[in-house]
């Protein structure tokens, strides 16, 4: 159907020559044969209601060469006057100033000929352009419900049984850049099978059953955003009675219950309208869904359509998360009780919603220590690395355990010391922290020197050191590295052998 357009103010402006030779062209071809505006019919019933039309236009052509008479039809409101103001630019031979109206499809310009209906003189002065030549009859068309076909090289009436020629449709579908198959086109993100099934896909995608021809029309979310309106694209080539009873229209996106059947597509009036896209109707169809689960009370848990209940194993083998945030996300999902909905939301977007109200619960159910929970509580970092670090924290804890422990320990060992249990704990970062608490003397600054090399941060403090303490440090580094990575039984060991390099006499015990 021809969407109802709005009624709004045209405006004038001066023709080009180009412009106004086209509407005195077309004039001349209606001059000659004014039937050319009429569809051919292919049914008895839609023949009577054309032949009424015919009579009326073939009255006027016995007048076309009386200006005067032509100038009082045209003072009518219907084809008649829009056929007499038409034939007027004949005689005229000139159309100066022309009036501008707004379509749906852009603006419209035409020559304002008497008082007939805007609608018809621009369909009777673009007798040959397949979409507007369609206004001149969309009134008779709605009032008895007659289905009407235009396309480049055909205009055809099938009565009161919607039934678009094989060319036609072959015309539309040419228009879309969908995948063509038998009975389904498609964009190249689903498959016909899921499209002829009605399956829900990865994709949200929109799906278009044209009922008259058995063909099924399907595009994604993503497609969609290149596209407008498919429907307005295939409508405004014809004219039929209820675009709603020629089309189911079904927004293929389901993010509830999985085992609730029920399937409803809303804001398709807007949709039959024209005032949304394609991508907006799946849009508004998708928020409206989640405005709905959210208004649940109890725990679903539901990833990419595919509801899991309140099952949080299967939901989380699903979701795929790594083995940090897999125990994070465990903890909270089974803590809350509300919906989650995670559609392209990754499990760390998941984890910082709940973080500010479960973070703290989380990392102390993975850690004993009191001071370590306030310590990686106030750390700031994304929730997933700040499992990460207590995962690893942990992991080290494991081995610090077995390092041996020192009632006593000289200065400088006991700054070594502190450096490897910091960096086994902590790892890297709060290891170059900790290394500016330096023992302030040449050794200390040499071997704190020789840690900055081995995490290649030396070059940005290289000025806060002597030459000496500078090359002292390069020859401490494979010392400082073999005691980061010592077992525990080489521990004491490594730790004596890099006090000896550092210049002391002194003994661990």
């Given amino acids: 159907m021809v969407k109802k357009n709005r009624q709004v103010r045209t405006h004038a402006r001066t023709a080009t ?9 077309n004039a001349k071809k209606l001059y000659e044969n004014p039937l050319i505006i009429l569809p051919t019919c292919t049914t008895n019933d839609a023949e009577k209601h054309m032949k009424k039309l015919q009579k009326k236009l073939e009255k006027i052509k016995r007048h076309r060469d009386e200006p005067e008479k032509l100038e009082k039809i045209s003072k ?30 852009g603006n419209v310009v035409y020559a304002q000929r008497g008082k007939a209906n805007r609608e018809k003189l621009i369909g009777f002065q673009y007798a040959d352009d397949p979409v507007l030549r369609l206004l001149a009859v969309k009134d008779i068309a709605k009032k008895k419900r007659l289905n009407i076909y235009s396309w480049d090289t055909g205009y055809v009436c099938t009565g009161k049984t919607p039934a678009p020629p094989k060319e036609f449709v072959t015309f539309l579908l040419n228009k879309l850049t969908l995948e063509k198959h038998k009975d389904i086109s498609c964009c190249k993100h689903l498959t016909t099978d899921q499209v002829a099934k009605k399956e829900f896909a990865n994709k949200h995608y929109l799906r278009i059953h044209w009922k008259s021809i058995n063909h099924t029309i399907a595009q994604c979310e993503e497609c969609a955003k290149q596209s407008k309106n498919t429907l307005f694209t295939l409508s405004k080539n014809f004219i039929t009675p ?21 399937h409803q597509t809303l804001f398709l009036d807007e949709y039959l309208a ?16 989640k405005e709905t689960v959210h208004q649940k009370t109890e725990k679903l848990l539901i990833l990419n359509g595919v509801s ?25 999902l089974n803590k809350i009780n509300e919906p ?11 984890l910082e919603k709940y973080w500010n109200t479960y973070g703290k619960e989380v990392i102390s159910s993975l850690i004993n220590d009191q001071k370590m929970i306030e310590s990686f509580t ?9 499992l990460k670090m207590i995962f690893e924290y942990n992991e080290r804890q494991q081995i610090l355990v077995q390092l041996p422990t020192y009632t006593s320990l000289p200065p400088l060992a006991q700054f070594a010391d502190h450096t490897a249990r910091t960096y086994r704990t902590f790892g890297e970062k709060q290891t170059l922290a900790e290394l ?15 840690f900055l090399l081995i995490f290649n941060k030396a070059e940005e403090t290289k000025w806060q050191y002597t030459h000496i303490e500078i090359e002292y440090g390069q020859f401490l580094k494979p010392y400082a590295k073999k005691l980061l990575d010592a077992s525990p039984e080489q521990y004491t060991t490594t730790l004596q052998e890099l006090l000896t390099a550092s210049g002391s006499n002194e003994t661990i015990t």
């Fill in 17 to 25: 020559k180009s412009q106004e030779k086209a509407l005195i062209d």
């Fill in 274 to 289: 024209g005032t949304i896209t394609d991508y907006e109707l799946i849009q508004k169809n998708l928020k409206k869904q």
């Fill in 242 to 262: 209820k675009l709603s009873n020629e089309f189911d229209i079904e927004v293929m996106a389901r993010i509830i219950d999985q085992k609730d059947d029920t």
């Fill in 340 to 350: 989650v909905i995670a559609s392209n939301t990754t499990p760390h977007q998941i």
């Fill in 76 to 105: 009518k409101k219907g084809i008649e006057g829009a056929l007499a103001g038409t034939l007027l630019l004949v005689h005229s031979e000139k159309a100066p100033y022309l009036a501008v109206a707004p379509f749906t499809t």
């Fill in 436 to 450: 500016k608490k330096r023992p302030d003397n040449p050794k200390g600054k040499s071997l704190a020197y020789a």
């Fill in 378 to 386: 106030a750390v700031d970092d994304t929730p997933s690395n700040i």
């Fill in 308 to 332: 899991y209940g309140s099952d949080v194993t299967q939901f989380l083998d699903a979701f795929k998360p790594n083995r940090f945030e897999r125990v994070g996300l465990e903890y909270i």
